[in-house]
């Protein structure tokens, strides 16, 4: 995950880049105070955007040790960033709508929201709904939790597996080696599929590859997308991630209408997603 | 011989042969006729509806041990059905669906029989006109009335909130709740008057005329021939057509699915079949759904028996005096 930000609004509302989130908040506050349509950000409400900002913090919705899984969705680090977002929502300086709605993309394209935290992939997709803003998006590593720090976590991804029942598994293998690993693939990946590699010869190819449309002001984008991906956290998946995001997305809706606390959403949400691996027949430690 | 004769004797003479191959014939033609029409029903109505009872009776668990095994599909009773029965989000969906059709069901019959009544009035103007403006709506795909009424919903694109908002009262909430419901019913109603209006206008047209003159005669005003004469001998129709609200309505899944894209306020078990649906596909719980989806259809056909038991004595009884 990155923070795309508009550099021409930065500029113009005299904003520097936040290291730190308690920058980030000060900075959201400060802005929307002296601009009531402007917000820094948008609260994050979906699924992906929370786990990425969550394996930042240090924690896992799942982990497993090879027999039984373990659900964090309610760990302290996890309740945590929950917090941090629903204090800094409470104050009325995040947009509240989800991200990549009409609302949201009009915002977007109108200069009203001058950040997107999410993953590399970001530039096709803030085309897709705000071309008029070409050449004015820069990126910067996220901000962190304690100054100095430089983990960050996954939003969405894709993998790739070769099934059992493949009869040319050495050939797959191979060509899928190509697509991450070389120039040509990983260049094709990011330009074509929006896709940035996993693998750090692909990373590192893409050094001198042309950078997205959107990112034209700033010519060394996959260099400091590199050095983020760096330091990307150790990220486990468990089996059942949709129903886990739909019931977050669900719980934090109703807790924002009825005035809890997004921890209790996340409880209510952990309670969902063990009661459903059980029922697959996962063991679950307690 | 005279052709009367010919034509007399023959018809007296001509008999078993010829009647054992005329009998023969109706019982086979008209099963060939409905073969097409059987055959798409059992294939794409029968046999998915018996492999769904069946797959509700099943559960993929993980077998193996490990924290990665593979599912195998075992047989667990009526686990589904309990679960299904016991989860408080299907009654919540369910509490929400009812929130739904109270609005929706009594104003779309309600302005349907308004509409057909008007219409059956006996120098009422633009007949035509009239009839195709209020039947269009009805021919709009779900999906794209849905879309359409959602950016006249939409706080930044609706043209109400741009007079609301020149008026000086604000936006007005079509998204959120409790405004939702409404804005909700208000699509079901805006494609569902058309149709329905149709089915009756079709009824109130076969009731024969000389009724209509008699009352008038005896000195009746259209008001009064509307409530003590067309609505009664039109209640077949009115009881067919809120069956069909009823069931439609238990049944609806585009509006919200669709709209879902424009508002958080809707959740993904806003309704009964949306959480089918997310059981079923998000969820990768297709047993489950399959379970529920029981559950619905036999509470539908539950509560439409019951509705017609009530209603087919004083609608129907008439008739078969």
Partial sequence: MMMFYRSDLFKKYGIAIPKTWADYAADAKKLHGAHPNVFLGTLPQDGGTFTGLVQQAGGNWWSTDGTKWTVGIDSPASTGVASYWQQLAATGALYTQPFLTPEWNKDVAAGNILTWSAGVWAPGVIDGVAAGTTGKWAAAPLPQWTAGDAQVGLMGGSSVFITKSSKHQAQAAQFLEWLNGSKEGSGDLASISNIYPASIAGQSALATAKVPALMSAQPNFYTVAAKVAANTATVTWGPDVQTAFAAFSDQLQAVQASGGSFAGALTTVQSLTVADMTKSGFTVQK | ?321
């Fill in chain 2, 1 to 321: 011989m005279s052709t009367t004769a010919s034509s007399v004797l023959p018809a007296v003479v001509k008999p078993t042969p010829p009647a054992r191959r005329r009998s023969l014939r109706p019982r086979f033609a008209p099963w060939l006729f409905v073969t097409p029409a059987l055959g798409l029903y059992v294939a794409f109505l029968l046999i998915p509806i018996l492999y769904a009872v069946y797959l509700s009776f099943t559960e993929l668990k993980v077998t193996g041990g490990g924290a990665f095994g593979t599912r195998k599909q075992v047989f667990v009773g009526f686990a589904n059905y309990i679960s299904s029965l016991t989860d408080p989000e299907l009654l919540a969906s369910l509490g929400r669906l009812a929130h739904f059709g109270i609005i929706s069901v009594p104003l779309t019959l309600g302005l349907a029989l308004t509409f057909a009544l008007l219409l059956d009035l006996p120098r009422v103007r633009l007949v035509r006109f009239s009839r195709t403006a209020i039947f269009l709506p009805y021919a709009v795909p779900g999906v794209i009335a849905t879309l359409l009424w959602g950016f006249l919903y939409l706080p930044s694109t609706s043209p109400f909130n741009y007079v609301s908002r020149a008026l000086g009262f604000g936006d007005i909430n079509f998204l959120g709740l409790p405004g939702l419901y409404g804005s909700l019913a208000n699509i079901a109603i805006w494609g569902g008057v058309g149709f329905n209006m149709i089915v009756m206008y079709t009824a109130l047209r076969s009731i024969p005329g000389d009724i209509h003159e008699a009352a008038q005669i005896d000195g009746a005003n259209e008001w009064q021939i509307a409530l003590r004469i067309k609505i009664p001998l039109m209640s077949p129709a009115l009881v067919l057509t809120f069956l069909f609200s009823l069931i439609a309505t238990l049944q609806a899944y585009g509006e919200p699915q669709t709209l879902k894209s424009l508002t958080s306020t809707i959740s993904f078990t806003f309704f009964p079949l949306m959480k089918v649906y997310q059981d079923a596909f998000s969820n990768d719980d297709l047993a489950g759904a399959a379970a529920t989806s029981v559950v619905l259809a036999i509470g539908t056909l539950a509560i439409s028996l019951g509705a017609l038991r009530l209603l087919q004595r004083r609608a129907f009884g008439e008739e078969e005096k």
